[in-house]
Nanobody
Framework: LQLVESGGGLVQPGGSLRLSCVPS????????IGWFRQTPEKAREAVSC????????KYIDSVKGRFTISRDLSSDTVYLQMSDLKSEDTGVYYC????????????????WGQGTQVTVSS
């Protein structure tokens, strides 16, 4: 399963972006989907994940209340709505898949997309 991310860009602090993750071959609804981010200074870190039905989600503490993950089963797309962005949210954002039963196990994620750059700067 190959994933394609989009929606990144340059935004001022306090601004918003919505990232999209689409499987190139479809059938992502069989998998949990997670969003991760990475900067040159830091190892890749988990951000959020969503289970196969879209009814269970998980976030790291630093994005709770600001980011919302969702999935549209009809279009096979997973979104990450990011609001009140901060400079520390800057990084390359990747989506990845995990077997459905392991949706909240960050270590289970793989099949990374190519990433989309998010830069938060004034």
């Amino acid at each position: 399963l190959q994933l394609v991310e989009s929606g990144g860009g340059l935004v001022q602090p306090g601004g918003s972006l919505r990232l999209s993750c689409v499987p190139s071959g479809g059938l992502s609804h069989f998998y949990a989907i997670g969003w991760f981010r990475q900067t040159p200074e830091k190892a890749r870190e988990a951000v959020s994940c969503i289970n196969t039905s879209g009814k269970k989600t998980k976030y790291i503490d630093s994005v709770k209340g600001r980011f919302t993950i969702s999935r549209d089963l009809s279009s096979d797309t997973v979104y990450l709505q990011m609001s009140d962005l901060k400079s520390e949210d800057t990084g390359v954002y990747y989506c990845a898949t995990a077997p459905g039963e392991y949706f909240d196990d960050w270590k289970s994620y793989g099949d990374w997309g190519q990433g989309t750059q998010v830069t938060v700067s004034s």
